[in-house]
């Protein structure tokens, strides 16, 4: 029996893999269940070590959990619960609706583009957990359905976060692998997410149009909201705000510093612990949101482990057959897609030095031309296709679940009803844009 798991590991975790995907999303079953039984079938098999193995290079089923994820999740999730109690949340919604005088459409369109920049320089799930408790109070004041807010704002999330080296951890191990700065993430890549942006806002916007309407009073109402009584205790607004602006900080000075981002979430929420009850915290925590991050890291682990992702990353490598202009496409389109399906960051480890080693000069098979075509082009795919599905990044993930916790489901139907779409437009333009600077 050993033996048969040993040799056929691949292709039982894919099954694995295959079908947790499938019971997600028909949603029969909650979705931490399903990723927590497959993390547990993937361990029960022996398809992941248990343990690390320094000698043989074998990482053990908690190396595959990205923890500094999990803690960042946490982390913000307890400073933005606390700042939230102080009204500073709400105080900020209604500010916002003020200045756009009510308009639900340029409400929505500002509501992303401030997403958008701000994904650029934090992680995409702290930017969404910062934006959450601000829709939820525009769209009660608008007495509609926050969905369309949220699926726009986490697509937006994922579109800006593309733009830097810092805005999505794939483009991190690119920039490290293949010795891009920060500024060259810039100039190459903020030029086209700037364009795609505007394209899929403004058919996000267009789609969701039934749903934002106003009527006149209801404008004059939100125009002139009384905003005097909404910060309810200015002492804990002052040290929440100050708090979540010196993590902030600590985000972005990252490369100073070399502090990773959960270490600030969590001395952020450690101090404001110290001002509340905690047992009243921990309660708001989505730990159903954690345990489903926790279940699928093994269950990838577990696929990545037997060889999956680069059996998959082998296979598009061979597709190419030298041709800068194919490799560069089928990388894109097929990072695009997969990135909608699995972690984006194992499959970016994995084809970051195939790249490099399909561009290296002393292979005779290298492919020849500009290679950083195929670098901006695993980028913009492993990026952008996380707006695919539900499942394809941990913003997505984060919004639904939070989202379901206050009466508002997401189905997975629903969310790639758009995010397929906001995808297409992305790797389209991605596609017409590499091929103009790079391949013509």
């Not at 290079?57 to 999740?73: A, C, H, P, R, S």
């Not at 909201?225 to 600590?250: C, E, H, Q």
């Not at 921990?282 to 990838?300: A, H, K, P, S």
């Not at 194919?326 to 960051?345: H, P, V, Y």
Request: hydrophobic share 55%.
């Amino acid at each position: 029996m050993l033996d048969f798991i040993h040799t056929h590991g691949m292709i039982i975790s894919g099954a694995i893999l295959l079908i947790a995907y499938i019971f997600i999303a028909s949603e029969k079953i909650q979705k931490s269940v399903v990723a927590l039984v497959g993390a547990s079938l993937t361990m029960l098999l022996g398809l992941i070590p248990l343990h690390l193995h320094i000698e043989d290079n074998v990482k053990g089923v908690f190396e595959y959990v990205d923890f500094e994820v999990i803690f960042l999740l946490i982390g913000m999730m307890i400073i933005v619960n606390i700042a939230s109690r102080s009204g500073v949340f709400k105080w900020m919604a209604l500010n916002l609706l003020k200045a756009t005088k009510g308009h639900p459409k340029t409400v929505l369109f500002a509501l992303a583009a401030f997403t958008a920049i701000a994904s650029a320089f934090l992680d995409n799930v702290t930017t969404v957990v910062l934006m959450m408790p601000i829709t939820f109070v525009i769209a009660k004041e608008f007495d509609t359905d926050p969905i369309p807010f949220l699926i726009t704002e986490v697509l937006a999330s994922n579109i800006g976060g593309t733009a830097t080296l810092i805005g999505d951890p794939p483009n991190i191990i690119i920039g490290t692998r293949a010795g891009l700065s920060f500024m060259d993430f810039v100039k190459e890549l903020t030029p086209v997410i700037f364009v795609i942006f505007v394209i899929a806002i403004g058919t996000l916007i267009f789609l969701f149009r039934k749903g934002l309407k106003a009527t006149p009073e209801k404008m004059e109402h939100i125009a002139n909201l009384d905003n005097s009584k909404t910060i309810t205790d200015k002492a804990l607004m002052i040290r929440s705000v100050a708090t979540l602006a010196l993590v902030i900080l600590g985000f972005v000075t990252h490369d100073i510093t070399h502090i990773s981002a959960f270490v600030f979430a969590v001395a952020g929420a450690s101090f404001l612990l110290l001002f509340e009850k905690p047992k009243e915290i921990y309660r708001d925590v989505e730990w159903l949101t954690i345990f489903f991050f926790i279940g699928l890291f093994i269950i990838i682990g577990g696929f990545e482990a037997n060889g999956g992702i680069k059996f998959l990353a082998d296979q598009l490598i061979v597709l190419t057959h030298g041709s800068l202009n194919a490799a560069t496409m089928i990388i894109l389109w097929a990072s695009g897609i997969l990135s909608g399906i699995i972690d984006n960051i194992p499959y970016t480890a994995t084809m970051a030095p195939l790249i490099s080693e399909l561009v290296n000069p002393a292979n005779p098979n290298a492919i020849t031309g500009n290679s950083h075509a195929l670098w901006w082009a695993l980028s913009l795919g492993a990026c952008l296709g996380g707006n695919l599905t539900i499942i394809g990044a941990a913003a997505n993930v984060l919004v639904s679940e939070t989202a379901a916790s206050k009466g508002h489901k997401i189905s997975f139907l629903r969310f790639m009803k758009y995010g397929a779409l906001v995808t297409f437009i992305s790797l389209t333009i991605s596609s017409v844009y590499l091929y103009v600077k790079y391949l013509h």
